[in-house]
């Protein structure tokens, strides 16, 4: 049923009251949810004096926002306070379980609540991102005359995700993920709370098991309730009071890493992975590749990751590289995992260790883009194959050298096409193999001189 915002009894998209919060029943990361401005803990920047959303929040003029941020980081939390500190109305609607439909009759019913009783509609969605275009363009006319106030949440970057006209008629507030200091102080509240939280229990949380639960919470405030709530059933079942690292290791058993295969997150890892060889940094690179593969990624995506790479910034400055790498892989597919990982974490030391060079990366760019922009230049006739008597009388191969019929293997040949004569896109540096490269080079363009003078 579509909610409406005029029912007599308690109409849709209001908080719930402060006893079903208070409930024990409740889950305690609800029971703890903040309600006041001053509660939220972290995003001083937005949030703390001087920050935009409280200036906004001053001055009466919250505009349409949309939360970017990571599960737990406080943007259902944060768009909920807004809504009271501004006196709107809130109206929670999920992009999940929501249609076109939908959409337009909240939009009708905010449209008359405004006209009715002055009062503005804050729409919060979740999962903004799930919605489609169309859908999206719906809150565009209610966005742009007032009538409601979106606060879209997304974990999603909303550069992809959102629409380019919706997004131009809301704010950005990036929400980073809650700093251990931040978590730890949430996990004391909850301990203390005896209304809202587990202070009548009496219990204990040691100070090596609240660094435990603050590390296995990665910034999650609702992971690190959670845990909190399932460590203190776990000691008051067993009678006591004192909350170890040893229980809490237990009930989580496994480190829940943040981590989206098909989202953001995804591409940071590797992309920390990628940024971490390239500075020929072993550690970091190991940790990035251990934390792509403990979070599920699939190795041999990371394997095909370390192939472009020996290529694109090791190149010929090792040449063995892409054979390591090669190597690596073959060995995860005959291995599996765990027992094949090791090898893909002997290739991310290799390639780390490697000497570095973009210059074949370069000269295949560079080549491309003459390839692209330019014409399609014929091919030399000297170089052209002649196996009839007509491509012969046509040229064809007039000219041509046989290499090994001649010093030192070079005849000086015009191989590139005559607009492109003398164009160089290979340059090597002089790091690792390539510096034998460069000598190399620089002997054979003057074999080639040379022989060219000869001619």
Same mark, same amino acid.
């Given at each position: 049923?579509?909610?409406?915002?005029?029912?007599?009894?308690?109409?849709?998209?209001?908080?719930?009251?402060?006893?079903?919060?208070?409930?024990?029943?409740?889950?305690?990361?609800?029971?703890?949810?903040?309600?006041?401005?001053?509660?939220?803990? #972290?995003?001083?920047?937005?949030?703390?004096?001087?920050?935009?959303?409280?200036?906004?929040?001053?001055?009466?003029?919250?505009?349409?926002?949309?939360?970017?941020?990571?599960?737990?980081?406080?943007?259902?939390?944060?768009?909920?306070?807004?809504?009271?500190?501004?006196?709107?109305?809130?109206?929670?609607?999920?992009? !999940?379980?929501?249609?076109?439909?939908?959409?337009?009759?909240?939009?009708?019913?905010?449209?008359?609540?405004?006209?009715?009783?002055?009062?503005?509609?804050?729409?919060?969605?979740?999962?903004?991102?799930?919605?489609?275009?169309?859908?999206?363009?719906?809150?565009?006319?209610? !966005?742009?005359?007032?009538?409601?106030?979106?606060? #879209?949440?997304?974990?999603?970057?909303?550069?992809?995700?959102?629409?380019?006209?919706?997004?131009?008629?809301?704010?950005? =507030?990036?929400?980073?993920?809650?700093?251990?200091?931040?978590?730890?102080?949430?996990?004391?509240?909850?301990?203390?709370?005896?209304?809202?939280?587990?202070?009548?229990?009496?219990?204990?949380?040691?100070?090596?098991?609240?660094?435990?639960?603050?590390?296995?919470?990665?910034?999650?405030?609702?992971?690190?309730?959670?845990?909190?709530?399932?460590?203190?059933?776990?000691?008051?079942? #067993?009678?006591?009071?004192?909350?170890?690292?040893?229980?809490?290791?237990?009930?989580?058993?496994?480190?829940?890493?943040?981590?989206?295969?098909?989202?953001?997150?995804?591409?940071?890892?590797?992309?920390?992975?990628?940024?971490?060889?390239?500075?020929?940094?072993?550690?970091?690179?190991?940790?990035?590749?251990?934390?792509?593969?403990?979070?599920?990624?699939?190795?041999?995506?990371?394997?095909?990751?370390?192939?472009?790479?020996?290529?694109?910034?090791?190149?010929?400055?090792?040449?063995?590289?892409?054979?390591?790498?090669?190597?690596?892989?073959?060995?995860?597919?005959?291995? #599996?995992?765990?027992?094949?990982?090791?090898?893909?974490?002997?290739?991310?030391?290799?390639?780390?260790?490697?000497?570095?060079?973009?210059?074949?990366?370069?000269?295949?760019?560079?080549?491309?883009?003459?390839?692209?922009?330019?014409?399609?230049?014929? !091919?030399?006739?000297?170089?052209?194959?002649?196996?009839?008597?007509?491509?012969?009388?046509?040229?064809?191969?007039?000219?041509?050298?046989?290499?090994?019929? =001649?010093?030192?293997?070079?005849?000086?040949?015009?191989?590139?096409?005559?607009?492109?004569?003398?164009?160089?896109?290979?340059?090597?540096?002089?790091?690792?193999?390539?510096?034998?490269?460069?000598?190399?080079?620089?002997?054979?363009?003057?074999?080639?001189?040379?022989?060219?003078?000869?001619?």
């Amino acid at each position: 049923m579509v909610p409406t915002l005029f029912d007599d009894q308690l109409p849709a998209g209001d908080e719930p009251s402060a006893g079903a919060r208070d409930d024990p029943t409740t889950p305690l990361a609800e029971r703890m949810r903040p309600r006041r401005l001053d509660e939220i803990v #972290g995003h001083r920047e937005v949030l703390g004096e001087g920050g935009f959303l409280r200036r906004a929040i001053a001055e009466d003029r919250l505009p349409s926002l949309v939360l970017w941020g990571p599960p737990g980081s406080g943007k259902t939390t944060l768009a909920r306070v807004l809504a009271r500190a501004t006196a709107c109305r809130f109206v929670p609607f999920s992009a !999940v379980t929501s249609g076109i439909k939908e959409v337009k009759q909240v939009m009708a019913d905010a449209e008359r609540l405004r006209r009715a009783q002055g009062r503005r509609t804050l729409l919060f969605v979740d999962e903004i991102h799930r919605f489609n275009r169309a859908q999206q363009d719906a809150f565009l006319p209610y !966005v742009e005359r007032g009538d409601i106030v979106l606060v #879209g949440a997304t974990t999603e970057n909303p550069s992809f995700e959102v629409n380019a006209a919706l997004l131009s008629r809301c704010r950005v =507030v990036v929400l980073e993920p809650l700093g251990a200091g931040d978590l730890a102080l949430i996990l004391d509240r909850a301990l203390a709370d005896r209304q809202r939280g587990l202070g009548e229990l009496g219990l204990e949380l040691a100070g090596d098991a609240r660094d435990q639960i603050v590390q296995l919470a990665s910034g999650d405030a609702r992971r690190a309730l959670n845990l909190l709530e399932l460590a203190a059933g776990e000691a008051g079942a #067993g009678g006591g009071t004192l909350i170890t690292a040893e229980l809490v290791t237990r009930i989580a058993q496994r480190k829940v890493l943040l981590y989206d295969k098909a989202g953001e997150e995804h591409f940071n890892l590797i992309s920390a992975l990628h940024k971490s060889l390239r500075e020929s940094d072993p550690d970091a690179a190991l940790y990035w590749l251990v934390r792509m593969l403990e979070a599920g990624e699939d190795p041999r995506y990371v394997a095909r990751r370390m192939v472009r790479f020996a290529s694109e910034d090791v190149g010929l400055a090792d040449p063995r590289a892409v054979e390591q790498v090669l190597a690596a892989w073959d060995a995860y597919a005959r291995l #599996g995992s765990p027992e094949g990982e090791l090898a893909l974490a002997q290739a991310v030391i290799y390639l780390a260790l490697a000497p570095k060079s973009n210059a074949v990366y370069r000269a295949y760019k560079e080549a491309r883009r003459a390839v692209r922009e330019r014409p399609a230049e014929p !091919v030399p006739k000297a170089i052209r194959n002649a196996p009839t008597r007509l491509m012969k009388e046509a040229g064809y191969g007039d000219g041509y050298v046989y290499a090994h019929d =001649v010093e030192d293997a070079v005849a000086g040949l015009d191989c590139l096409p005559e607009a492109l004569a003398g164009t160089t896109f290979y340059q090597p540096t002089d790091r690792g193999h390539e510096a034998r490269i460069r000598r190399r080079l620089a002997e054979l363009r003057e074999l080639r001189r040379r022989a060219r003078r000869r001619r």
